[in-house]
């Protein structure tokens, strides 16, 4: 084979404007080792990449080696820029995946340690994950084995709060024409997301499509860790889930407005990202 590749998993969530990382204490993170610099390191036997920000080098250790497993709570995490512009979270967990399987365990023990944690606090599971996002990214580097050179890229599945809505303070409904099955539903002014990720994402999107100048990326956590998703050269793929109960018709409309508006953003064409040797 001329290309080797390499991947790496990271998985944060957002709630209240607060990161937490969902790998870290993992047993699958001391398992696979962690990709962290700042971090102590767990491998079994084999070398790992160590990673910060889009610089890496080579590390390797013996199994006598233990990573000490750090809760999220007492890492510290910061969304970073860095110097080709990839925005990250400094601190995260990252995972080096070989295989489909790995990262399902991943994801597995992600949740289950996460609803370990919200039993522990007595939070309802279904309120929190009803106002929480969840970031997972998929960074890939493949490179030829013979010249060295290579290309690197990511990809991220986000996973969205709840889109309730709040009627604005202000807000006298109006009567829309925009035709019969709307007809009967507030202006979208009238309403607002009731998560501020999610009203600052709108925000986003409107000063995107308007090409004004100012961007309000930083005003939300989510929108500030997904500038890079939103701008450049990327490929954007939102997917709407819209409920038929007729209660949720206001909540399905303004989702559906939002994608709408979302759809007319111009991000730009995806270009390939070198590594040299």
Request: net charge positive; aromatic share 6%.
């Given at each position: 084979?001329?290309?080797?590749?390499?991947?790496?998993?990271?998985?944060?969530?957002?709630?209240d404007?607060?990161?937490?990382?969902?790998?870290?204490?993992?047993?699958?993170?001391?398992?696979?080792?962690?990709?962290?610099?700042?971090?102590?390191?767990?491998?079994?036997?084999?070398e790992?990449?160590?990673?910060?920000?889009?610089?890496?080098?080579r590390?390797?250790?013996?199994?006598?080696?233990?990573y000490?497993?750090?809760?999220?709570?007492?890492?510290k995490?910061e969304?970073?820029?860095?110097?080709?512009?990839?925005?990250?979270?400094?601190?995260?967990?990252?995972?080096?995946?070989?295989?489909?399987?790995?990262?399902?365990?991943?994801?597995?023990?992600?949740?289950l340690?996460?609803?370990?944690?919200?039993?522990?606090?007595?939070?309802?599971?279904?309120?929190?994950?009803?106002?929480?996002?969840?970031?997972?990214?998929?960074?890939?580097?493949?490179?030829?084995?013979a010249?060295?050179?290579?290309?690197?890229?990511?990809i991220?599945?986000?996973?969205?709060?709840?889109?309730?809505?709040?009627?604005q303070?202000?807000?006298?409904?109006?009567?829309?024409?925009?035709n019969?099955v709307?007809?009967p539903?507030g202006?979208?002014?009238?309403?607002k997301?009731?998560?501020?990720?999610?009203?600052?994402?709108?925000?986003v999107?409107?000063?995107?499509?308007?090409?004004?100048?100012?961007?309000?990326?930083r005003?939300?956590?989510v929108?500030?860790?997904?500038?890079?998703?939103l701008?450049?050269?990327?490929?954007?793929?939102?997917?709407?889930?819209?409920?038929?109960?007729p209660?949720?018709?206001?909540?399905?409309?303004?989702?559906?407005?939002?994608?709408?508006?979302?759809?007319?953003?111009?991000?730009?064409?995806?270009?390939k990202?070198?590594?040299?040797?």
């Amino acid at each position: 084979e001329r290309y080797e590749d390499s991947f790496s998993l990271s998985i944060v969530e957002v709630y209240d404007e607060r990161l937490t990382d969902l790998l870290a204490g993992t047993n699958i993170a001391g398992k696979l080792g962690i990709i962290n610099k700042t971090d102590k390191i767990i491998i079994r036997g084999r070398e790992r990449h160590i990673t910060s920000g889009s610089k890496s080098s080579r590390r390797s250790a013996s199994e006598d080696e233990v990573y000490s497993q750090m809760s999220s709570r007492s890492r510290k995490l910061e969304i970073r820029t860095s110097n080709d512009g990839d925005t990250f979270v400094q601190g995260l967990a990252t995972l080096s995946v070989s295989t489909i399987q790995e990262v399902l365990e991943c994801w597995k023990q992600a949740v289950l340690l996460r609803a370990t944690r919200l039993k522990e606090q007595g939070v309802d599971p279904k309120a929190y994950e009803a106002g929480s996002h969840i970031i997972a990214t998929m960074k890939i580097i493949s490179r030829n084995i013979a010249t060295g050179v290579g290309t690197q890229g990511k990809i991220q599945f986000v996973d969205f709060a709840g889109a309730d809505l709040v009627q604005q303070r202000s807000s006298k409904i109006r009567r829309t024409r925009m035709n019969d099955v709307l007809s009967p539903i507030g202006n979208s002014n009238d309403w607002k997301y009731a998560n501020k990720s999610l009203s600052t994402l709108l925000d986003v999107v409107s000063a995107r499509e308007q090409f004004e100048r100012e961007i309000p990326y930083r005003n939300s956590t989510v929108t500030h860790l997904l500038q890079d998703a939103l701008e450049g050269d990327t490929k954007l793929m939102m997917i709407v889930c819209v409920s038929s109960d007729p209660s949720h018709v206001q909540e399905s409309a303004s989702a559906l407005r939002f994608a709408s508006k979302t759809k007319r953003i111009n991000i730009g064409r995806a270009t390939k990202h070198s590594l040299q040797r």
